[in-house]
């Protein structure tokens, strides 16, 4: 694995690299010319988390979008949520909820990371700052036994290696390389926590893409919205 220590990795690789989004689109967002969609359903509550401080921010509103519309496939009533902006209990008030992680060690409200670790409710990680919750130190990587207990699964660093192609259910998918750094966990307790996809690549070499904890957790290496 090609495991690095956080912070290692540039901050224009982590925080937001996607040559498909340009500056015209920024300035359109900008100015209020995309708006939000009303994601409407009858069959259960969702709620999408994103980060939208910093530099790059404005595209998780962007991001956010793309996978509501995923979820009106499922005929959801799909909210919106800035995780900057999160209130205790938003979690539990949702049949399911997602957060999508692209802006690198965004601080995560500390109701938000209370409510991932207590909430029995169907819950989906993607991309950064898992460590938040994983680790008792980011800085020496210690592992939360309460995490490790909940997910059946350690968080060990960021790997940049770059796969280029994810495995499941034995077909290959392309992967773009536009968030090449994915987050590496390690499963501890294999009675509770398995593998739905591998990252992999020519070698041989392979990395968890998707690893779920029973019905209950998931977490995604990356963004997929930015690939």
């Not at 689109?25 to 988390?49: C, M, P, T």
């Not at 399911?96 to 990371?113: H, Q, R, S, T």
């Not at 819950?123 to 460590?131: H, L, S, T, V």
Request: charged content about 15%; some cysteine.
């Amino acid at each position: 694995l090609g495991v690095v220590a956080l912070g290692t990795v540039s901050q224009a690789q982590m925080r937001y690299h996607d040559p498909l989004v340009g500056r015209d689109l920024r300035r359109s967002f900008w100015k209020g010319k995309i708006k939000r969609a009303n994601y409407k359903g009858s069959s259960g509550k969702a709620i999408v988390l994103y980060d939208t401080s910093g530099t790059f921010g404005w595209a998780g509103d962007l991001y956010s979008q793309q996978l509501a519309n995923l979820l009106t496939h499922f005929d959801l009533n799909v909210t919106l949520q800035p995780i900057e902006t999160y209130k205790s209990g938003m979690l539990k008030q949702n049949d399911i909820a997602f957060y999508l992680g692209f802006v690198y060690d965004n601080p995560l409200p500390a109701a938000f990371k209370a409510d991932v670790m207590a909430d029995k409710n169907p819950f989906c990680w993607a991309g950064f700052n898992i460590w938040q919750v994983a680790w008792t130190n980011s800085a020496y990587r210690a592992h939360d036994p309460a995490f490790v207990a909940r997910t059946g699964m350690q968080f060990m660093g960021l790997d940049d290696t770059g796969y280029p192609t994810v495995q499941y259910k034995g077909i290959n998918l392309v992967k773009e390389q536009n968030a090449y750094v994915e987050g590496a966990v390690q499963i501890t307790n294999p009675s509770l926590a398995s593998v739905v996809a591998l990252s992999s690549d020519t070698d041989g070499s392979s990395l968890p893409y998707i690893t779920k904890a029973g019905s209950k957790f998931c977490y995604v290496a990356d963004n997929p919205m930015m690939d």
